[in-house]
């Protein structure tokens, strides 16, 4: 009997704590990103981290107690929820033959960063009181702006985005080509927020808020019938432009990739997979009057392609196979040297075919959006003290233009891995005549952790946002197809040798958020200032 009482105990405490309630949302929150979680669990991963800055608004505290006892919750949900998403670093560490503390200590800073992020939503919705439903408006597009600090602060992580675990609900995701991946963000924390209320009306004045939760249902229920219009418009969309497209997924082993003692395995590999798609294509088709792209992954090359004969040698002999009974372009993912050598070398997409009987390369991309300690290293020779690994790792170039490929009237621009989490650099693209994406990544790194799923979804958004497909090759990790409408219309699995051969009809709309990427944060933040303008104003009055 005393040990049942003396559990009952200890459980309350830690309920009336609120240690619980911030525990409880960092749990949620992990489980609304894959590859473990449901998109349902975002819709109120936030409600028990929002009822708690609500419970402790009523206790009437000064503000630098309440302030100290929000940054601990924050804390807490923040270590647990951006902890387990971003959990894949450690073993990314270990892999790499770095002390697994070194892994250990980036996870706990990386989940602060974000929980900094929460611990400000907490103060603001506190310092709201979310009594009413302009507080509600206020706080969600306060959320909204917090997000697109995430993605320009620090060069731009945005990783977390809460609309992003929306991927699957097809539907509702379908107003990012409008409001972009922010406006599902939007609508998600504006839920958490009324729920979060709702329940407290319940617990401390016994009634339902029947009308706070009808205007969540009205903007779910709207963006869901926006969802269906969409879909049946573009599941009726026809287009003339059509090409067959060849995803090479060699699953090279990252720590093969520049050994040079592993150079002819890899050129073997990935002259297998060409001339076995190559087969496949011929069997399959008499004549083929459609281009065919082969699209290989981010690095595929194991050297410098520009730089070592053998290399560019290797790939002309390719080029020119697939090119005897049809039209062949090669899209191929390597690095290569600048004209300032051996200082200046870039992360690069090249186009090759051949044209009168010659291999030419048409136009070459170069990555504009560097990974922070992947490409380049911010305070190299600080941290190279401390992980040897930062010493190994090369410094690339950033690109400058924002390039379109053409390939017989049909252009796309190249999203070299990490830039594919970057909306408006996306959009760019579009903007100056891309009909369609390819993301080319090598996501050995993660290992069959989330990291690979979760860098896969941001391309549906990418999709959605542009109205146009995204092919996505990768070395390994996931590669696919994804329609304008962020269906995924084939996928590979982690971990395996495979192509996927698929013909495409490339539709492509322009979208209002397409054209007006650049400047709809001053839409947010314009009807952020307004609402509280209005609020303070209607205070001022009443009082």
Request: aromatic share 18%; glycine share 6%.
């Amino acid at each position: 009997m005393a040990a049942g009482k003396n559990i009952k105990s200890v459980v309350a405490r830690i309920y009336n704590s609120m240690i619980f309630f911030s525990v409880l949302s960092g749990l949620l929150l992990f489980f609304s990103y894959p590859k473990y979680g449901s998109f349902f669990c975002a819709w109120f991963c936030f409600v028990p981290i929002i009822y708690v800055v609500q419970l402790e608004r009523r206790k009437g505290l000064n503000l630098k107690t309440v302030f100290t006892k929000l940054f601990i919750y924050s804390l807490v949900t923040g270590l647990i929820g951006y902890g387990g998403i971003f959990y894949w670093i450690v073993p990314t560490f270990k892999a790499a033959g770095e002390p697994v503390i070194f892994g250990v200590i980036s996870l706990i800073v990386i989940a602060m960063y974000f929980s900094l992020y929460l611990y400000a939503f907490c103060i603001y919705t506190f310092l709201t009181g979310l009594d009413s439903f302009t507080s509600i408006l206020s706080s969600s597009l306060f959320w909204v702006l917090l997000e697109y600090l995430q993605m320009y602060l620090f060069s731009g992580f945005p990783w977390v985005l809460l609309g992003i675990t929306q991927y699957a609900n097809t539907k509702i995701i379908q107003v990012a080509d409008i409001f972009g991946i922010y406006g599902v963000s939007f609508l998600l924390i504006f839920t958490n927020l009324t729920i979060s209320i709702v329940a407290n009306n319940v617990v401390y004045r016994k009634k339902i808020r029947f009308n706070y939760l009808a205007i969540p249902l009205i903007l779910i229920t709207t963006s869901y019938l926006y969802g269906e219009v969409k879909f049946l418009q573009l599941n009726q969309a026809r287009s003339d432009k059509e090409m067959l497209v060849v995803l090479l997924q060699g699953n090279i082993d990252q720590y093969k990739k520049w050994d040079r003692k592993y150079t002819e395995e890899i050129m073997n590999k990935y002259t297998s997979l060409i001339t076995t798609a190559d087969s496949m294509l011929k069997n399959k088709y008499d004549k083929l009057s459609v281009p065919v792209v082969y699209i290989w992954p981010e690095s595929s090359v194991p050297g410098w392609l520009f730089e070592e004969k053998y290399l560019y040698d290797w790939v002309n002999e390719l080029v020119k196979i697939t090119n005897k009974d049809y039209k062949s372009y090669h899209l191929i993912g390597t690095v290569r040297m600048g004209q300032n050598r051996p200082v200046e070398y870039y992360n690069s997409a090249a186009l090759f075919t051949v044209e009168n009987n010659e291999v030419i390369v048409k136009k070459i991309y170069d990555k504009i959006h560097l990974v922070p300690f992947g490409e380049y290293v911010p305070f190299r020779n600080i941290l190279g003290k401390f992980v040897r690994t930062v010493n190994e790792l090369g410094e690339f170039s950033a690109g400058k233009e924002f390039v379109v490929f053409d390939i017989e009237g049909v252009k796309f621009s190249v999203l070299i891995c990490y830039e594919s989490i970057f909306p408006e650099l996306a959009a760019k693209f579009v903007e100056k005549g891309a009909e369609f994406f390819v993301n080319i990544t090598n996501d050995a790194w993660f290992l069959k952790t989330s990291a690979p799923y979760q860098h896969f979804v941001f391309n549906i958004s990418r999709a959605v946002e542009n109205r146009c497909y995204v092919l996505r090759a990768a070395n390994t990790g996931i590669s696919g197809i994804i329609s304008p409408t962020g269906k995924v219309l084939n996928q590979t699995k982690l971990f395996e040798d495979d192509v996927i051969i698929q013909e495409v009809k490339i539709f492509h709309n322009t979208t209002f958020y397409t054209k007006f990427c650049n400047v709809l944060w001053l839409l947010y933040f314009s009807m952020f200032i307004f609402i509280n303008y209005f609020t303070f104003k209607t205070r001022w009055v009443t009082q």
